[in-house]
């Protein structure tokens, strides 16, 4: 299929939508980029500019039927899962439609689905009130997590290990969700991974496991992501079966897809699994180790093309670690960095440096190879660390 001057209209102008928009510009695709007007860097790559607010269904609606569009996509971000699926719907589109898009993004529909498909996840309830959050804690006996519905990248989720911290993390969710709902699940002891899972019309494709890193306790968020992960060969088989009982549940249909599991003494089950591509570098991070590019595999299926696949790695084991400051002011001097790996920078020095929704400032991430998945996001950890140390902010060290 030749896929020259095709339209691609990309929903975010983020930094983790750039990689998108760059590759989609490689690609000879007339690249259009909808947003909210700030300072994105995607705005003023993007061969076309519209300012329409991502979540905004009716609006997105209004602007592919404009633009004759042929293909609609997102990265890193649940917030316009909707508004792509009503392009598919209306337009017929490649991707997951509107229904089945809500589904990946409002959790409460989503785990309703996987029990009525026997998708192993954790127990949870949806809390109208802060008494059912104090009710299902007691009931549960051990650490549990509250969440908004309907938020990404971790916002408004914290672990709950004392019953006197529930009320402040139930408002704190009420704030992060759109829709005013919010669930408490049991938190599961075990390890924290994922995958990125490419589904082509309904079917799991290549699923690929890594490991993950995120900050400490109540307020876990991805910091990290290594690939393979160490035990791949052994989680995926179980691992294939029930994301394609999750695929099946969710009725998604083309597109690269994350996927958050838990590892406990209960087995392997699923946290969450969404429509769209995995934030945190998770494209370049998996597509190291597979030797190709998965922003360019992502544009290609929402273009209607079915490439072929590797039927094993064909790149490097790695990972890919945030830089991550705690606090703002202006960006004197970047710290110590390892001539052997990969430093990517949104910031130079002199310029200056905000927190994020996160309470953190992001400056960039490095990516180190190696030959031992078992040990590969320990060292990206601990360049990383060395790096943030020696930074300097304003007039003193981090």
């Not at 408490?184 to 799991?204: H, P, R, S, T």
Request: aromatic share 6%.
């Amino acid at each position: 299929m030749n896929l020259k001057r095709k339209k691609l209209l990309i929903l975010g102008a983020g930094i983790h939508q750039v990689p998108l928009i760059e590759e989609a510009k490689k690609m000879g695709l007339e690249v259009h980029v909808c947003s909210k007007t700030g300072n994105y860097p995607g705005i003023s790559i993007a061969h076309h500019f519209h300012e329409v607010d991502i979540s905004d269904k009716i609006k997105v609606f209004e602007l592919t039927k404009k633009l004759k569009i042929d293909g609609i996509l997102t990265t890193a971000t649940d917030v316009c899962l909707e508004s792509i699926g009503i392009a598919v719907d209306e337009l017929g589109l490649i991707g997951t439609d509107s229904k089945n898009s809500k589904a990946c993004l409002d959790k409460i529909i989503m785990k309703k689905r996987f029990l009525l498909n026997k998708v192993p996840t954790p127990k949870y309830i949806e809390i109208n009130k802060y008494e059912d959050a104090i009710e299902f804690f007691n009931n549960i006996g051990h650490d549990c997590v509250l969440k908004p519905t309907d938020s990404s990248g971790s916002r408004g989720v914290t672990k709950i290990e004392n019953i006197s911290h529930l009320e402040e993390a139930y408002h704190k969710a009420l704030h992060f969700s759109k829709s005013g709902k919010v669930i408490i699940e049991e938190w599961l002891v075990g390890e924290e991974l994922g995958a990125q899972a490419v589904v082509i019309e309904g079917k799991l494709a290549l699923l690929t496991l890594h490991s993950d890193i995120t900050t400490p306790s109540p307020h876990r968020v991805p910091i990290g992501h290594g690939c393979p992960h160490p035990e791949e060969a052994k989680l995926l088989p179980l691992a294939t079966n029930i994301t394609e009982k999750a695929i099946k549940a969710l009725g998604i249909g083309t597109g690269i897809c994350n996927v958050d599991y838990i590892l406990s003494n209960q087995g392997l089950q699923i946290i969450e699994m969404t429509c769209r591509m995995g934030g945190t570098h998770l494209p370049e991070v998996c597509g190291e180790y597979w030797g190709f590019n998965f922003y360019k595999l992502a544009i290609q299926l929402s273009l209607g093309e079915k490439p072929i696949f590797p039927k094993s790695p064909l790149g490097k084991i790695n990972a890919a670690h945030n830089l991550i400051l705690k606090s703002e002011g202006t960006l004197i001097k970047l710290g110590i960095m390892n001539d052997e790996f990969d430093w990517y920078f949104y910031f130079e020095e002199g310029e200056n440096i905000t927190l994020n929704a996160s309470n953190q400032a992001e400056l960039g991430y490095v990516q180190v190879t190696g030959s031992n998945p078992s040990t590969i996001l320990n060292l990206a950890s601990k360049t990383a660390n060395i790096f943030r140390k020696s930074t300097k902010v304003s007039e003193g060290l981090i």
